[in-house]
């Protein structure tokens, strides 16, 4: 396939009917897809693609010049190396004061070499390149900033939770108190309570660092937390009414559109409001980032019922555990802990389709463990099988309030297909155990290791903030943190890519079936999908 530029502002497919496309509006993800994506499939274009105004690189007055500076500045010094940058309070407020940042003087950084990160510090998306590939996307490192946007007295912050559970939230929440106090030495930090929808129907907490010294030996969320209630108009005027400026929110997918529309609003009123996104998800499923807070603690909770349900499963006779972990439409949770348990025989993830019957099913496979082992153990992820589970149940599509696809059990339905199929059909007796852990694995507290990303997280989106960041969600890339636009995180989905490596590594791992009969075929759909997803953010972006 041949991809062209007709001409400046139109891209044409080739092998289908020609879908004009405005140069200036190529979505981002285009460019994800693109130039590497491009080159891999020999797809060529006459000229690359880059990213157009407004995402086009802008390294801010902090990072220019005086000379050079005169408000933000293109700096599109190489058609292949990009930034995507996030916007800045002075965007929409040029006249904004700056201050030199007390960290300087604090304790903690009085010793430290570089107290401030340069501002021509970025972090590369890709770190795997070849000689001669582009330089290809990258992100404003995050970190303290030489100049400040609000003084220390000014400070009115709050933070909101929204979204499911996932350990490790109240160390986050602990650490940007804490942060603001004892970075900053800002002392209004209020915590709004119950979700989004606590803006405008909730009292709001005083959040000292006395109240929130031990939270994050809790598990949940210290501040409460809901699906649904966004209401972009009323959390703005609330913000407004309360004189909160700066606003930090802790959620997953969903919870960063809504932070992009408070961002957007603020803007669009001019208003000094500082808005940092803190992605959670224990599903792992927020793209760019290397991994979310809270899903190696999750991972390795998970074990205790994969251990629980692999011991019942050998103290009996044709003995067939099932756990089921979570993961909507990602089956990252499944796939670690299956890859870091070693006793489970098979995984099952969303994004795998597997068959049960036939040759190459998992009938077969699970009647073969059980001759050569006396037991078989699988792992699924919630969001596996739903279309059979759907359709056996004739079940019509429920949401929740946030307009999240209601699940139907997997885990159940697996287990009555398994016990029927070897009862009814194979006349075997078998001993079923199923494991349920999901909400007690969510349920607990981080542990070292996620406590301290937590930490990053937090005095990351709090430097952010203070040196006047706006609209930015700030995660690892490549380990190392960075500020990155939320409309970057939110437009795809982070899932196991069924082409890479590790999920290769699991299906040698636990040497189950790929329940694919023509791998050349399923690269092909996989390419084909890619393909049309360019295509649809083609025409949607028309
Ligand atoms: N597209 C959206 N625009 C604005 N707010 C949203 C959007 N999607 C979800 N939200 C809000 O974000 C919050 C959390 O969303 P949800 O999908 O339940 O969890 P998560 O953030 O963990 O994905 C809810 O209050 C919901 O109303
Ligand atoms: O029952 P609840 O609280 O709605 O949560 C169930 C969902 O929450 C999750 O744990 C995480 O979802 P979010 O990231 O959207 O919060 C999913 O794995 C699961 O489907
Ligand atoms: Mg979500």
New binding site residues.
């Given amino acids: 396939m041949e991809l062209s530029f007709c001409n400046a502002s139109s891209l044409r497919f080739p092998h289908t009917d020609s879908v004009p496309l405005h140069y200036c509006s190529i979505p981002e993800s285009f460019h994800t897809f693109s130039n590497s994506y491009l080159a891999s499939k020999s797809i060529s274009l006459r000229r690359p693609l880059i990213w157009p105004q407004p995402r086009l690189v802008r390294l801010r007055a902090e990072s220019v010049s005086p000379t050079e500076s005169n408000g933000s500045v293109d700096k599109h010094v190489d058609d292949d190396f990009i930034i995507e940058d996030v916007p800045h309070l002075t965007d929409f407020l040029p006249d904004l004061p700056s201050y030199p940042n007390p960290l300087k003087r604090s304790q903690a950084y009085a010793i430290v070499k570089e107290t401030f990160v340069n501002p021509e510090d970025v972090v590369a998306k890709d770190i795997i390149v070849q000689k001669d590939s582009p330089r290809g996307v990258h992100f404003r490192r995050a970190g303290p900033r030489e100049k400040v946007f609000f003084t220390p007295e000014e400070v009115r912050a709050c933070i909101v939770t ?3 559970l996932c350990p490790g939230i109240n160390t986050v929440i602990r650490e940007i108190v804490c942060g603001l106090k004892n970075m900053y030495g800002v002392d209004d930090v209020i915590g709004i309570q119950g ?3 606590g803006f405008y129907s909730k009292n709001t907490l005083d959040l000292t660092t006395k109240v929130v010294t031990d939270i994050h030996k809790r598990g949940g969320t210290f501040l409460q937390t ?5 209401d ?1 108009k009323k959390i703005v005027d609330n913000i407004q009414d309360r004189g909160i400026n700066q606003v930090y929110i802790i ?8 932070a992009a ?1 408070i961002h957007k609003e603020v803007e669009k009123r001019g208003i000094k409001v500082a808005v940092a996104g803190i992605p ?2 224990i599903d792992n499923d927020i793209a760019v980032i290397d991994k979310s807070f809270g899903f190696d603690t999750a991972v390795e909770e998970a074990q205790r019922a994969i251990n629980a349900a692999h011991v019942e499963a050998e103290s009996m006779e044709n003995g067939v555990g099932i756990v089921k972990l979570m993961g909507r439409y990602s089956g990252f949770i499944a796939m670690l802990a299956t890859l870091g348990n070693r006793d489970v025989d098979c995984c099952l993830i969303p994004e795998s389709p597997f068959f049960l019957e036939g040759p190459g099913g998992l009938y077969e496979y699970v009647e073969q463990r059980l001759k050569e082992n006396g037991h078989v153990l699988i792992v699924l992820a919630e969001g596996a099988g739903q279309e059979y589970v759907a359709q056996s149940m004739q079940a019509f599509q429920e949401k ?5 696809r209601l699940l139907l059990d997997v885990g159940l339905w697996l287990t009555q297909h398994i016990k029927d199929h070897f009862t009814n059909i194979r006349k075997m007796t078998i001993n079923m155990k199923y494991i349920d852990p999901t909400y007690m694995i969510r349920a607990i507290p981080s542990n070292a290791s996620d406590n301290i990303y937590c930490t990053l997280l937090a005095q990351s989106a709090v430097h952010g903030a203070m040196a006047g960041f706006t609209g930015f969600t700030v995660g690892p890339v490549n380990s190392r943190h960075a500020y990155i636009p939320i409309d970057r995180v939110t437009e795809t989905t982070n899932t196991v890519n069924l082409t890479g490596r590790m999920w290769a590594r699991l299906l040698a791992s636990t040497n189950q079936p790929s329940f694919i009969q023509d791998s050349q075929a399923v690269r092909e759909r996989v390419d084909k999908q890619t393909i049309d997803a360019i295509h649809n953010m083609i025409i949607n972006s028309t």
């Fill in positions: 929204c979204g499911g979700g989004y929808r809901s699906r649904g209630g966004h972009t959620g997953g997918d969903g919870t960063q559109k809504g529309a959670k998800t929740d309030a946030s307009g999240n």
